[in-house]
C-alpha cells in the first residue's frame, strides 16, 4: 500500500518561511511525477510545484520564485520551502506521487498565514 504523510504545516505571520516534508513508502529513483497542491479556502484543489516523470520541475505562477521543490531519494522524502509567505497561500498542503494511471495522495498539512 502506497503511503504520503506530510508534516511541517503551521501558523506564521505574512513574510515569514515554513518547510513542508512528505514521506513516501515507495522508491523514488523511478520516474514518478511527485507534486504538491493545494486547496485555498473555497477554490478548488491546484497544482502549486512539481517533479514531471521525477525530472523537470514546474511551479504555478503564484508561488514561482517563492517556494522551492527539492527531495531526498535516499529518504523518500519530498520537501517544499515556502518563502515570503502570503496571506492568501493560506490553504491544506497536499503531496501526490503517480505513474502508470496510479495517483496517491497524503492526507494533507495546514497552512495559515496571517497578516
Known sequence: QVQLVESGGGSVQ????????CKISVSL????????????PGNQR???ATYVQGET?????????????????????????????KPEDT???????????QEYWGQGTQVTVSA
Open 14 to 21: 505574512a513574510g515569514e518561511s515554513l518547510t513542508l516534508t
Open 29 to 40: 529513483y523511478s520516474r514518478k511525477t511527485m507534486a504538491w497542491h493545494r486547496r485555498q
Open 46 to 48: 491546484e497544482l502549486v
Open 57 to 85: 520541475v514546474q511551479y504555478s505562477d503564484d508561488v514561482a520564485g517563492r517556494f522551492t521543490i527539492s527531495r531526498n531519494k535516499t529518504r523518500r522524502e519530498m520537501y517544499l520551502r515556502l518563502d515570503e509567505l
Open 91 to 101: 490553504g491544506v498542503y497536499y503531496c501526490t506521487v503517480a505513474w502508470g494511471m
